[in-house]
């Protein structure tokens, strides 16, 4: 038998449970409601607040793609970085560009592994 994660994004806590008997799993924590993560993906370090927000957001975007099927809320966030990428391209090189840059090319890189493996 597969045990299954859920988290809670404002206590960083993590809970293991039998898929198949658990409902709603509620955070050891603050007693919320905790977020069903899956089998697959592995909880972050408590510590690690920057992989806690990728998490998050790599959450957020799997729900609203399921809810959206196909007509994928993730292809619309790819060309916006796309978009934006061109755009700093052409624009004065600065720290701030950068950085910017670096940034959009890792949200890229995780929206494009995200539309490769969709939700189990
Ligand atoms: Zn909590």
Not at 50 to 77: A, G, P
Request: hydrophobic share 30%; glycine share 2%; net charge positive.
């Amino acid at each position: 038998m597969r045990n299954s994660s859920w988290v809670c994004f404002d206590c960083k806590e993590a809970v293991r449970r039998d898929r198949e008997r658990s409902n709603d799993v509620l955070c050891p924590s603050c007693g919320n409601s905790m977020t069903y993560l899956g089998y697959k993906i592995p909880v972050p370090p408590k510590r690690n607040t920057k992989k806690w927000l990728e998490l998050r957001e790599q959450i957020l975007i799997r729900k609203s793609y399921t809810n959206k099927t196909e007509s994928s809320i993730l292809h619309e966030q790819l060309d916006a970085c796309t978009e934006e990428l061109k755009m700093l391209r052409k624009a004065t090189p600065s720290s701030h560009r950068k950085s910017r840059v670096l940034e959009l090319q890792n949200k890229r890189n995780r929206l494009k592994a995200l539309i490769a493996s969709p939700i189990e």
